[in-house]
């Protein structure tokens, strides 16, 4: 029903680099496997995970690339979604348990042919479609949990994947591409695994501690910043698309000022990521 850039789910991954080459970045991802992320200066992205088979399991984008036998891309209604794909799923059951959707949620997913297919919709373009993500049903149930396990691959797929998808809504938006910065990703990183570790959420650490007073701290030079916090979704996906639903949030993704980023993710102890995002321009 869908493919993004003339790719499906099931293709081979011989075919597929056969047709577009080697991606610019592979990071691990929540379903134990990675997304290969492709682009031309953001340009065309998506990104394409491969599973044990080296079948393709799963597909994003966020850009215009998506085909379909329903007539959906980016920029149509919901209310067309809605209407083309029927009701959405309210709970995924994996095994005896069953995960329950958020009731209020800028997103809807969908079974269709065998693939859970993820509609984002961005709220503040009267709730459009802004994106898709398709993962295989063997893909899905093969993770046990909504959340997957802490590991310091995931930790750094989860920065790499939000930075990549941060750049390609720039682009999107006719906007310069940002830089990465290690520097800040540690600034980062560090306000991400306190909040982690002492269970709270706030720019404002719990030692009063703004989020330009910790880059100050860090030796970090700027005339303009901004910080993004996202926290308990299930990927940098998500966590992205809800930033980009969250108007202050969106204003720092889109702020033409800007030159530098560093993302960094930390887990608590259930497994729950928190994401921090750090912009700046020096």
């Known amino acids: 029903m869908f493919s993004v850039y003339n790719i499906e789910i099931g293709d081979s991954k011989e075919a597929v680099e056969q047709q577009i080459g080697a991606p610019k970045r592979s990071t691990a991802n929540e379903y134990g496997t990675e997304w290969n992320a492709y682009h031309d200066s953001y340009q065309n992205f998506f990104m394409l995970a491969y599973d044990e088979n080296d079948k393709v399991?799963?597909?994003?984008?966020?850009?215009?690339?998506?085909?379909?036998?329903?007539?959906?891309?980016?920029?149509?209604?919901?209310?067309?979604?809605?209407?083309?794909?029927?009701?959405?799923?309210?709970?995924?059951?994996?095994?005896l348990v069953y995960f329950?959707?958020?009731?209020?949620?800028?997103?809807?997913?969908?079974?269709?042919?065998?693939?859970y297919v993820t509609i984002f919709y961005d709220i503040?373009?009267?709730?459009?479609?802004?994106?898709?993500?398709?993962?295989?049903?063997?893909?899905?149930?093969?993770?046990?949990?909504?959340?997957?396990?802490?590991?310091?691959?995931?930790?750094?797929?989860?920065?790499?994947?939000?930075?990549?998808?941060?750049?390609?809504?720039?682009?999107?938006?006719?906007?310069?591409?940002?830089?990465w910065d290690d520097q800040i990703k540690e600034t980062?990183?560090?306000?991400?695994?306190?909040?982690?570790?002492?269970?709270?959420?706030n720019h404002t650490n719990l030692e009063g501690q703004s989020p330009f007073d910790r880059m100050e701290e860090d030796a970090i030079?700027?005339?303009?910043?901004?910080?993004?916090?996202?926290?308990?979704?299930?990927?940098?996906?998500?966590?992205?698309?809800?930033?980009?639903?969250?108007l202050g949030h969106r204003e720092n993704i889109l702020k033409p000022e800007y030159e530098f980023l560093g993302v960094g993710v930390a887990f608590n102890p259930e497994a729950h990521p928190y994401y921090t995002e750090n912009f700046f321009t020096d």
Do not use: C, W
């Open 57 to 95: 399991a799963g597909l994003y984008t966020s850009q215009d690339l998506i085909t379909s036998t329903k007539d959906i891309k980016l920029g149509t209604p919901k209310e067309t979604v809605l209407a083309q794909l029927g009701e959405p799923l309210s709970q995924i059951r994996k095994g």
């Open 100 to 115: 329950q959707f958020q009731e209020k949620r800028d997103y809807d997913v969908f079974l269709l042919d065998n693939n």
């Open 124 to 179: 503040h373009k009267n709730n459009t479609v802004t994106s898709m993500q398709i993962i295989s049903k063997e893909l899905e149930q093969a993770k046990q949990d909504f959340y997957a396990a802490e590991s310091p691959q995931l930790r750094e797929g989860f920065e790499y994947q939000l930075f990549d998808l941060t750049n390609a809504t720039r682009v999107n938006h006719n906007l310069p591409i940002l830089t």
């Open 188 to 201: 980062a990183r560090k306000h991400s695994l306190d909040m982690a570790e002492n269970n709270y959420f």
């Open 221 to 246: 030079s700027f005339t303009v910043a901004g910080e993004n916090l996202a926290s308990g979704q299930f990927s940098s996906i998500f966590a992205h698309e809800g930033l980009m639903n969250s």
